[in-house]
């Protein structure tokens, strides 16, 4: 699984312009990809290090502050462009295989505790953020550890 974390100070998913979720103070903004083989456990591992991480003001956490993170899913993290003009989705996995793997790592999130507000899978949607510092990490965990 892949995760682009962007620490913000509000986020918001809009649906056919209408408001689906939004976190209105300092937090995170968690774009997730699922491949083919992720599985509960790497999602489970991915939700405890996007919650740890400490990329907050003052080296600190979700976990540590109780910011809210906005999960939105995002198939187009697995693209794959170093060939041609027109990027490839093969390695991203199907909506039927991502979908379940999302919503266990939100749930996992909720489990510890986290104020977790999300996109809506499988759906245009139109993500506004200000990213706060910039700061912006790429997280990749694969199901082998």
Excluded at 118 to 124: L, W, Y
Aim: a neutral charge.
């Amino acid at each position: 699984m892949r995760a682009v974390l962007q620490r913000v100070t509000r986020a918001s998913v809009r649906t056919a312009g209408n408001l689906v979720a939004q976190v209105t103070q300092p937090g995170l903004l968690a774009l997730v990809g699922v491949t083919h083989d992720d599985d509960e456990a790497t999602a489970a591992r991915l939700a405890v290090k996007i919650h740890e991480l400490r990329i907050l003001r003052d080296e600190r956490s979700c976990a540590d502050t109780g910011a809210p993170l906005l999960v939105v899913s995002q198939f187009t993290l697995y693209g794959e462009a170093r060939k041609g003009r027109r990027p490839t989705w093969s390695a991203a996995a199907p909506g039927h295989v991502a979908e379940p793997l999302v919503d266990h790592l939100v749930a996992v999130l909720r489990e510890r505790g986290a104020r977790v507000e999300t996109g809506s899978f499988g759906a245009d949607m139109q993500v506004e953020l200000v990213n706060d510092g910039p700061v912006t990490v790429l997280l990749e965990l694969r199901p082998d550890g």
